[in-house]
């Protein structure tokens, strides 16, 4: 009994300890740590944004290709306006892109909602904005 008593207080008093250094420490790193940290802090604003998947609806290229695309764009916002939009440009081709999916799964659950009225959409890796903050 006397042994459980003592492992008791031995046990509280280490907590009290231990809770009492909280916040009274130093880190002590190397420079070239330091410099690490900072560059990867400086590649990641520089992309802007995380991987992630999207859905392209349309591509085509050739006279006029940018207009439609825009049409597709527009007629796509009309429908769904709660789900973003992109218009790329990557030459030959201009790209309907729609979505911020973090994950393929949310990506294919979307594709399979519009796949009757964009029969030739497919999902893509692409680099999408941060998600909001609620």
């Known amino acids: 009994m006397r042994s459980i008593i003592f492992f008791v207080l031995l046990l509280s008093s280490m907590c009290v300890f231990a809770q009492s250094q909280k916040g009274s420490g130093e ?40 207009i439609r695309a825009s049409r597709v764009r527009a007629e796509f916002a009309g429908r769904f306006p709660s789900v973003n939009s992109y218009l790329f440009y990557d030459e030959p081709y201009y790209k309907v892109r729609i979505g911020d999916f973090r994950s393929r799964i949310d990506a294919n659950r979307f594709l399979k909602e519009i796949i009757g009225e964009y029969p030739s959409a497919f999902i893509v890796v692409d680099r999408i904005g941060f998600p909001p903050i609620e």
Not at 49 to 55: E, K, P, V
Not at 59 to 64: A, E, P, V
């Open 27 to 66: 880190v002590i790193a190397d420079d070239k740590i330091r410099m690490l940290v900072n560059e990867h802090i400086a590649l990641n604003e520089k992309h802007n944004g995380i991987s992630g998947f999207r859905i392209q609806i349309y591509f085509d290229s050739g006279n006029q290709s940018k």
